[in-house]
C-alpha cells in the first residue's frame, strides 16, 4: 500500500523560513517525479515545485522560484522542500504528490498518488 507522509509544516513569521518533508512508503521514489502542491483556503490546488524521476531536473511555480528548493534522497525515500523568506500568501496546505516516470506536466490530473498535507502558517 503506498502511503506519502507530509511533515514540518507550522506557524511561521513572515520572513522565516521552513522544511518540509515527505516520506513515502510502498513505493521507491527513485523511480517517481516528486511534486509538491499547496491549497490556501477558497483557492484550488496549485503546483508549488517538482523534482523528476531521472537526470533531478527541478521546475518551481513563478510565485516561489528563488525562495524555495525541492531536493530528494533517494536513500531515505524521501523528498524535501526548503522554503525561505515566506509570505503571507505561502499559508496554504502543503501536499506531496507522486508520477511513476513522470510526469510530463505537474498538474494535479498527472500526479497518481497523493499524501494528506501539512499546514504551513505565515504570519505578517
Known amino acids: 500500500q503506498v502511503q506519502l507522509v507530509e511533515s514540518g509544516g507550522r506557524l511561521v513569521q513572515a520572513g522565516g523560513s521552513l522544511r518540509l518533508s515527505c516520506a513515502a512508503s510502498?513505493?521507491?521514489?527513485?523511480?517517481?517525479?516528486v511534486g509538491w502542491f499547496r491549497q490556501a483556503p477558497g483557492k484550488e490546488r496549485e503546483f508549488v515545485a517538482g523534482?523528476?524521476?531521472?537526470?533531478?531536473?527541478?521546475d518551481y511555480a513563478d510565485s516561489v522560484n528563488g525562495r524555495f528548493t525541492i531536493s530528494r534522497d533517494n536513500a531515505k525515500n524521501a523528498v524535501y522542500l526548503q522554503m525561505n523568506s515566506l509570505k503571507p500568501e505561502d499559508t496554504a496546505v502543503y501536499y506531496c504528490?507522486?508520477?511513476?516516470?513522470?510526469?510530463?506536466?505537474?498538474?494535479?490530473?498527472?500526479?497518481?498518488?497523493w499524501g494528506k498535507g501539512t499546514l504551513v502558517t505565515v504570519s505578517s
Open positions: 504528490a507522486t508520477s511513476l516516470f513522470g510526469p510530463n506536466r505537474w498538474s494535479v490530473d498527472t500526479m497518481s498518488y
Open positions: 510502498g513505493l521507491s521514489f527513485s523511480r517517481y517525479g
Open positions: 523534482i523528476r524521476w531521472s537526470g533531478g531536473r527541478t
